[in-house]
């Protein structure tokens, strides 16, 4: 069973950044996709940003000239680091990860961290 484990968020004053970790663990798996997605007060979940296995990145474009994403595919993790944070960015912030497992058997997977709760606010 692959799980996704994520750290850091907390309160930030505006202007401030954000360094947001998500590590996979596991047996015998793949990761293809990964990345975060947020879901700000009384609103939908919505794409922050995705990396492939090859490097491809995706970001939203509210946060693409502010935000970075970083994978190590060995360690199979991702870092997301987002600067100049408004009130707007205050959101449950999830990783997600998409890909395959040979454990038991083969199968693809789709998986996604508990959340961690980003306040921007002074």
């Known amino acids: 069973q692959v799980q996704l484990v994520e750290s850091g968020g907390g309160l930030v004053e505006p202007g401030g950044s954000l360094r947001l970790t998500c590590a996979a663990s596991?047996?015998?798996?793949?990761?293809?996709?990964m990345g975060w997605y947020r879901q700000r007060p009384g609103e939908e979940r919505e794409l922050v940003a995705t990396?492939?296995?090859?490097?491809?990145?995706d970001y939203a474009n509210s946060v693409k000239e502010r935000c970075t994403l970083s994978r190590d595919n060995a360690k199979n993790t991702v870092n997301l680091v987002m600067n100049d944070l408004t009130p707007e960015d205050t959101a449950v912030y999830y990783c997600?990860?998409?890909?395959?497992?040979?454990?038991?058997?083969?199968?693809?997977?789709?998986?996604w961290g508990r959340g961690t709760q980003v306040t921007v606010s002074s």
């Open positions: 596991g047996t015998s798996f793949r990761i293809t996709l």
């Open positions: 997600n990860a998409e890909g395959e497992t040979w454990y038991p058997r083969r199968s693809d997977f789709i998986r």
């Open positions: 990396t492939t296995i090859d490097g491809d990145t």
